[in-house]
């Protein structure tokens, strides 16, 4: 059955690698419509859903993102159209040389083929993905999660009527409706048919994947990003990012996890930085000498600096030089963003040079690392792995090259 | 041991992101250097490798490949002198713009981190690896082949030496000298310490890197490359091509395998192209069309078409319209090099855009898919995968992206 799945979709990357941006647009704009006018009944699956969901105890943050409403159906259709606005990258061509024998060789961009999507109980992943992918000329299989079924199964049909309505094989998106462990370990390994794996989701899905996939893999998510607050940092811009990376959002990627705090300012701004966090709500974990300054600052494990918490809880750790924190933060970070806050030419330069993630800041909260912020429009996750993609990743990271050669009959020495 | 040598690899890594390119270059050329005046002692560990290959009866092909010579020390020495002259992409800023909320967003050209390369009894590749992974700022794990433990270890520990005489990290280059296959499948879970692993090798080797690894694989080489003669093919130009694709070297990823002739040409083109490879005493194994025609041809089975032979043997067939010659190699293809011989617009236009391979030709050799060939000086191998990179890989390929973000106290609304 997957392999006949896999079948299908390599079949129909085929054809949609020679779709042009109209015909592409044109049905991403159909698919949009016919949401909107199937709204009913996708929220009735979507109520099955929710009522299983409770049923199992799911928590309410949870069941919160699992739910599909007017409004929300509103902003997928929106967010399909802002896909048709996007520039399509595909069919460019990125360079064009002559050799010495004559050889005319040019790279182009073409679509990757067929991607698959692992992810967890969001519906509106289920068309944010296909409307990228579909963008990009790919063919998308998704599997998602268990809980999320039935309003897939319900979205997955709705858009398969509008490709067709289009003349467009309903094969560009095809849904794994069998939501076994053992399947999706079983389509983890479809590398004939699958180009690329994209897991979408916490950290335990991502690790899941990573470990079992013999597909390609980009490994998005998990952030433990740190700020740095230099010993030449402005408090006056330290304390607000502080607060926006760590508290705007909780439970996003891109919020501050893990303060590091030069020797030099902590006396001064541990304790400002201390009641903010605590005026807010936010329990500080910092290692002795942050616990020295301040009071109400509760003793760190070893685990706390490895934590990605997503929650009011920030790590705190005082550093007695410029070095140690690059070091510090290169051997905690999960590689996705950090931030230094500092008036130091020097020190930004080297900082923005010597940690190795996929998003450096200076003077500026974490809270941006997203392609929306970037001006990339729309994205399909964000890679913190170094191959292929790296930080917000768009339409692009969603397209591969090839070598195209004109030749005269030329032959190898 | 692993893990340990892993970490001083990731350690070395952190500091190479930081050397300039004339300190690279230097200390490439003091490595050329180093080996000239070690080629002695480097050849007596080679004659040990090539008595117990001998011993083993390996074949001679391949003791052709393990054997060092003085002549192939200046080939090495020859090829670390054209890295260094190779243009540096590090550091280079992709694209830097100005959000609306005056974020600077620049996109930096990095190096991956540690590298890890996997391959089998070739001495030269311990070097090539080596000076290319160096000139790009990346540390280098080296799993070499056991038949070459002796020439390896002698290799790197001169390299290590050359590297200390440039007060740069010896930990640049590591070989683990456990040649076991259990430490390599260790190896190949080593995420934490390696950022990228690449399989050198044949399909064997490429598949269990594949099959195992947990690390980023660029999988590399394996070519089942076709030649398809159009009906509007100029023979003129297909016999010598095909004869050099075939014939003018046996054992390489690009030469061509498997044929395909429209039948509107192919009772005039099959004899002729079936005499030439008689002549050169290449056996054509065809369907049953293709044994029709010419009394010569051998009848192929399934499993013909899918086989790269790297051998005097080519398979086949006749087919009845464009369509199904791009099916058939799109089926068959391992996606590394393609070609067609036609003097028709439409039909090369369409052959370029619907095969699915790294590198489409029009009437020319698929030997040329080779970084020496497209002019990126040199290649650390040919990527038949679409993440990444695809195609020959030149030193770009060993270079990875992050964003560097220029604030001013910037907060997310």
Redesign the interface.
């Known amino acids: 059955m997957l392999i006949d799945l896999g079948k299908r979709a390599k079949k129909a990357s085929?054809t949609m690698?020679?779709l042009g941006t109209t015909e592409k647009n044109n049905a991403l704009l159909k698919v949009s419509d016919y949401l909107i006018a199937n709204a009913d009944m996708i929220i009735k699956a979507n109520d099955i859903d929710i009522e299983n969901a409770k049923a199992n105890n799911m928590s309410e943050s949870l069941l919160d993102r699992l739910k599909l409403t007017k409004q929300r159906f509103d902003d997928i259709a929106e967010g399909i159209r802002q896909v048709v606005s996007l520039e399509d990258p595909i069919g460019e061509v990125l360079s064009m040389?002559e050799?010495p024998n004559g050889?005319l060789?040019g790279q182009k961009r073409v679509p990757?083929?067929v991607i698959g999507i692992i992810y967890e109980s969001r519906p509106n992943v289920t068309v944010d993905a296909f409307s990228l992918c579909f963008k990009t000329g790919n063919a998308v299989v998704l599997r998602g999660g268990s809980d999320c079924i039935n309003s897939n199964i319900a979205l997955v049909k709705v858009i398969k009527e509008a490709l067709v309505a289009c003349d467009i094989d309903p094969d560009a998106i095809n849904l794994i409706e069998n939501t076994d462990r053992e399947i999706a370990k079983q389509f983890m390994h479809l590398?004939q048919y699958i180009?690329?794996l994209i897991p979408r989701g916490g950290a335990g899905l991502i690790k899941t994947v990573?470990?079992n996939a013999?597909i390609?893999?980009?490994e998005t998510g998990t952030g433990n990003c740190h700020i740095f607050v230099d010993e030449y940092a402005?408090l006056?811009?330290a304390l607000?990012?502080i607060?926006?990376?760590k508290l705007?959002r909780l439970g996003v990627c891109n919020a501050c996890e893990s303060l590091v705090i030069h020797k030099n300012i902590a006396n001064k701004a541990l304790p400002m930085i201390a009641k903010m966090l605590s005026d807010n709500d936010c329990e500080i974990r910092g290692d002795e000498a942050a616990c020295k300054i301040d009071g109400s600052i509760v003793k760190a494990t070893e685990e706390d600096f490895a934590t990605e918490y997503l929650a009011k809880i920030i790590s705190a750790k005082v550093v007695d030089s410029f070095d140690e924190a690059v070091a510090h933060i290169?051997n905690y970070s999960t590689g996705h963003s950090e931030?230094i806050i500092t008036e130091n030419y020097s020190n930004?330069q080297k900082f923005?040079?010597?940690i190795?993630?996929?998003?450096?800041?200076?003077?500026?909260?974490t809270?941006?690392?997203d392609g929306f912020?970037?001006?990339f429009g729309a994205e399909i996750g964000i890679s913190t792995?170094?191959?292929?993609a790296?930080?917000p990743m768009g339409l692009l990271a969603l397209t591969?090259?090839?070598?195209?050669?004109?030749?005269?009959?030329?032959?190898?020495e």
Chains 1, 2 share one sequence.
């Open positions: 085929r690698a020679t040389k050799r050889l060789i990757i083929g590398n180009d690329l990573v470990e013999t390609p893999v980009i402005d006056d811009k607000p990012i607060k926006n990376a705007q290169n931030a930004a923005l040079n010597e190795d993630s996929a998003c450096v800041y200076v003077n500026a909260s809270r941006f690392t912020m970037f001006g792995q170094k191959l292929h790296r930080g591969s090259t090839k070598y195209i050669i004109y030749g005269n009959g030329q032959i190898r």
